[in-house]
């Protein structure tokens, strides 16, 4: 491997996090500091209307191996994980959110699983995905409802099988995240869907680790987001069907 090339790349969307941005990326730099391997740290901008690229980008000044890419205008968290993860140059490929509702140490339990081969390593809050998973600061009801019932209709469609398709805690092996982030269509909320469809059309091996999520009350994910999931996951069963991701 190239000496320049680092084992782990974490990617970290982000809109409008000025307030919370710094304590993440301490947490993830704090915590990678201490592990035997190499690593970069990069954040990419969704079009944030606030500070959040400032805050980043000076931080960077201290931070060495944390990396800026500040894109102006908003396409869509999927978009821009898709973007992080074709500019990352880790032999892992690892995204997660800004909010913290996943530990960045739980890739501790991902790692072992990449040594074993597997292509691509997700994290799940069903016990029904993997014994011991959980939510230790659950969502609002409503929202646990709609993730139910949004995800029959995601196994039916597109992904049967996994019980949390949504967590916003996923690694790749590079050949993997290239392969399978140079072929995604969907720009916005229902990109995990996607990312594990393909992986399942490319014969990718998907291992999974139980996590315990907090729920954030800041998400940035509205009721009506669950809508355009469920929109999107019918474009990516199209999609399938039509053998678009074959061209």
């Not at 400032?54 to 908003?74: E, H, M, Q």
């Not at 140059?89 to 140490?105: E, M």
């Not at 993730?147 to 050949?175: C, E, H, S």
Request: a positive charge.
């Amino acid at each position: 491997m190239n000496n320049l090339e680092p084992y782990l790349s974490v990617i970290v969307p982000a809109y409008n996090e000025e307030e919370r941005i710094v304590k993440i990326l301490n947490k993830i730099s704090s915590f990678l500091e201490r592990q035997p391997y190499s690593y970069e740290i990069l954040v990419v901008c969704d079009g944030p209307k606030d500070k959040t690229a400032d805050v980043v980008r000076d931080l960077s000044l201290v931070t060495p191996k944390l990396k800026l890419i500040d894109r102006k205008k908003n396409r869509g968290k999927g978009y821009t994980i898709k973007e992080g993860m074709l500019a990352a140059k880790g032999k892992v490929r690892l995204f997660t959110d800004a909010d913290n509702a996943t530990d960045i140490s739980y890739f501790d339990k991902m790692r072992p699983l990449f040594d074993k081969g597997y292509d691509m390593v997700i994290s799940t809050r069903d016990p029904k995905d993997a014994e011991g998973a959980g939510q230790d600061v659950p969502q609002p009801w409503h929202k646990r409802l709609m993730g139910n019932m949004g995800n029959l209709y995601i196994q039916i469609m597109a992904v049967p099988g996994i019980w949390d398709t949504q967590n916003g805690f996923k690694a790749f092996r590079d050949y993997a995240a290239e392969k399978i982030f140079s072929k995604t269509k969907i720009n916005r909320w229902a990109f995990d869907v996607e990312a594990l469809a393909l992986a399942r059309k490319l014969n990718y091996k998907i291992g999974i680790i139980p996590i315990r999520w907090i729920n954030d009350p800041k998400s940035h994910v509205s009721l009506l987001a669950y809508f355009k999931v469920l929109f999107d996951v019918a474009r990516i069963r199209w999609n399938l069907m039509r053998r678009k991701y074959d061209q």
